[in-house]
Structures are given as C-alpha cells and as structure tokens.
C-alpha cells in the first residue's frame, strides 16, 4: 500500500486541493480531497492526472522524427522513407527502439498505448522461426519500459487498391503480409500478451485488406472482445480508390463488413462524410485523431466538432512519433478548429483532458484506466506548475494550463499501474536519451 499527497490534481473534472491518494494492488483504494497527509506520504506537487492513453503508435517510425523535412512532398513520399526503415527492422533492433520509444511515452505521462502492430516477417516475406518474434520483442519493450500496451497485430493482406482490384504486396509490403486472414488468425492466437498487456486487431486500411477478409478479422474480434483498429479516410486519394472499386467510403466498407461497433476505432478519419460520422455515431464507434502527424504529413485537419456533436468519442495519437505530448495533441484539436472556423471555443479543456485519458484507454480495451477514482488503474501523471511555461497559474485555471501552456518536458512523476516509473523527470528503467540515439543511428545511419 502507498499513499501519496498531491497539491493539486483533477478529479472529476475539478481541480482540488491537497488530495491524499492511497494506492493497493495496482488499484487506487482512496481517494480524499482536503485529506489528512500522512507523514509516510510521497508528496506529488504541482498538478496530477489521471494516466494519458496513446491510442495509435507505429514505435519504429520514431526513427524518422525530423528526416522526412527537407523537401516538398505527401504522404506518399514520406511512406518512401518509412518502408526503407520497415526493411531493416529485425527481432533485435526494433525490441530496443521500441523500449527505448515506449520509455519516451512514460517520460511524456502516457501509461497505456495502442501499438498499430504490422511488421511481423522477414524482409522477403518469410515468416521468422517463431512467426510472432517481432511482436513479442514490441510486447517485451513495453514491459520494460514499464508501460502497458494493447498489441494490434495489424492484417496487411495487399499492396494497394485499384478500380480493377486489389494488388499483391510488394518490396517492404511483403514484411508486413500474412498470406491470409485464417493464417493471420493463426498467427495472432499463437501470441501470449503479459501481466496487464491485451493483443488487439487492427486492419491497416482499405487499400490493404480486403471486406471477405475484414469480416473473419471482426468476427474474430468480437469472438474475443478484444478491440479493433484501422486506418480510415486518412488520404483524399484512398477515399477515390475506395470509391472507385466499392462505389463506397472507406467507413461504409468497413461498415458493410460489419467491422464498427463500440470496441471499434477509426484511426485518423481525417476526410470523412456526413454519412460516415452518422455511421460511426450509430455503432458507437470511436475516432482515434493524431494531429501532430497530419500537420507533419499535412493530411487535413479532421471533422472533430462535427464527431462530438454526433456523440462520437475521441482519442488521441502521437502515429508516426514527428513528436511524443500528448498535452500537444490535445490543444491541436481545439487550435485546428479555431484556425479553421476563425472561432474559440469549440472543446472545452475537460473534452479535451477526456480524449487524452478516459477515450483513449477505453479504445485500447481498459475502460478502467483514465480517472482518479476508487477501483481504477492506479495511474498517475503529476507536471510541474513551476516551469517557464506554466509559472504563474492559478488553481483554477490549473487544468487549462495543461491542455494550453504544458509540453510533455513539463512532466515530472509517472506512476502506472502503482508503479513509479518515471520520478523527477527521470526514467527508473531506460536511458531514455542514450537508447533512442542508439537505436535510431544503427537503424538508420549503419
């Protein structure tokens, strides 16, 4: 059992003062407002919160933060980098990027992510002796990163899409292919996730499975209930060829292969219709939006108050890692709409806390993570109120500071699960800095 006292942390949706937290088996036991502080208490100051979920991660791509900036281009000449990083991967090197990757989240106050899971064979599409090595070396980096994960081993079946049909994968895309949606069942089934690890689905878009194929991966979800992600409306040009060869939306195949529903999560949906965000609202479906990685890419800025209006829920991403805050993302979302409509307002800092914690956790298959409260996950995030970028607030406008004036560098305390992992700024378990140098230059500049 472990008590701490923290000067100022949210709970629900109020700043209070002074709040003695007692944690037991993972769980927090009591939570007092005003409370007596125990002399054997860890004293936490400045603002707690509730653990930050990272809902969409490709840990690898975290190798090409800041290589992608020197020319002009799209999406699709950043994939070009991507898949020569994605053809080196191997069991060895991607363990300690991703360890090293997941550290950083755990310095940035996220406890759980969603890893977006797609390279499991050699780089000639042969599976390795154990098929699921490279999911178990992302698995066993989030162990010792001392942070919790939802494995979405992702189906990547074909190349692309085109009026005609879908294509064979090829070069890197072989990596990524199990010849089958049963041999990716197969495959899956074989994975044995750890103490407070899930192994989700994901189904990488629709220009890479097929609806036959998208069906046995629902079907195999639900048979689980275990949560399910994919890619969708990311690119203008992936809704044309959808339309083109399914005279539908992206939203609507996935639909009509009965993939949405409330342990279903539609990663980006940057270009969706009205009808797509009825259909989302209908299934109880949730959107996962990564805005720091539009802006990277410039993919668009995403129909966020036309989701909330619908009833849809929204979880956040940091995608391809161009940077690790969640405290980021969350302000983009408010800032793009203002931008965009010349008006303020449009998410209120609770909404906004609400997709980085409670939405998030929920969409990765822990519905008991995300809020200060008895019988919850005992995660715990503390940012200082002392740094250049958040001296000066007040307690109630406390909250508004870490969506608006906070960065991840402002986090100071980690706790997840009851287990301090980060303290004074500070990863017990990783050299964070050293590892990610490493890992990146042998990955990328050998």
Request: aromatic share 4%; proline share 3%.
């Amino acid at each position: 059992m472990t008590d701490y006292i923290c000067d100022l942390a949210l709970i629900d949706d109020r700043v209070e003062e002074q709040v003695l937290i007692r944690v037991a088996d993972g769980r927090f036991e009591h939570v007092e407002p005003g409370g007596q502080t125990e002399p054997s208490a860890t004293r936490l100051r400045g603002l707690t919160l509730a653990g930050l979920a990272n809902a969409h991660s490709h840990a690898f791509h975290r190798a090409l933060r800041s290589r992608t900036q020197a020319d002009r281009g799209s999406f699709w000449t950043w994939r070009d980098l991507m898949y020569t990083a994605a053809e080196r991967l191997d069991p060895d090197n991607y363990h300690r990027l991703a360890r090293a990757t997941f550290a950083e989240m755990a310095l940035a106050g996220i406890t759980s992510v969603g890893e977006f899971h797609y390279v499991h064979h050699q780089p000639d599409g042969t599976p390795y002796q154990n098929v699921n090595a490279m999911g178990e070396a992302v698995l066993a980096a989030a162990a010792e990163a001392g942070i919790r994960i939802t494995l979405l081993d992702t189906v990547y079946l074909h190349g692309g899409l085109s009026a005609d049909g879908y294509l064979p994968p090829e070069g890197t895309q072989r990596r990524f292919s199990d010849a089958t949606a049963d041999d990716w069942v197969g495959r899956v089934e074989q994975l044995t996730p750890g103490s407070n690890q899930l192994v989700g689905a994901a189904i990488h878009s629709v220009r890479a499975v097929d609806p036959t194929s998208m069906k046995l991966v629902a079907e195999w979800a639900g048979h689980q209930r275990v949560p399910i992600h994919a890619h969708v409306s990311e690119q203008e040009a992936e809704n044309d060829q959808c339309r083109a060869r399914h005279d539908m939306t992206p939203t609507e195949v996935l639909h009509d292969a009965e993939v949405l529903s409330d342990r279903f999560s539609a990663v980006h949906a940057t270009h969706l219709t009205t009808h797509d965000v009825e259909l989302l609202a209908t299934t109880d479906s949730t959107v996962c939006v990564c805005p720091s990685t539009e802006h990277d890419l410039g993919d668009g800025i995403g129909p966020t108050t036309e989701l909330v209006t619908a009833g849809v829920a929204i979880a956040l991403g940091s995608d391809s890692h161009a940077i690790i805050d969640q405290f980021e993302e969350c302000r983009a979302i408010e800032l793009d709409e203002r931008v965009r409509s010349r008006r303020r307002g449009h998410h209120c800092v609770s909404e906004l806390l609400a997709m980085a914690t409670t939405a998030g956790q929920a969409s990765l298959g822990w519905p008991d993570a995300g809020l200060i409260r008895p019988g919850q996950r005992a995660d715990l995030v503390t940012i200082t109120l002392d740094s250049v970028r958040t001296a000066g607030v007040a307690t109630d406008v406390a909250a508004a500071a870490a969506v608006f004036a906070a960065t991840a560098a402002d986090v100071t305390h980690v706790i997840i699960d009851g287990t301090l992992i980060v303290e004074d700024g500070h990863h017990g378990r990783v050299d964070v800095t050293t590892e990610l140098h490493a890992s990146i230059h042998d990955l990328m500049d050998r």
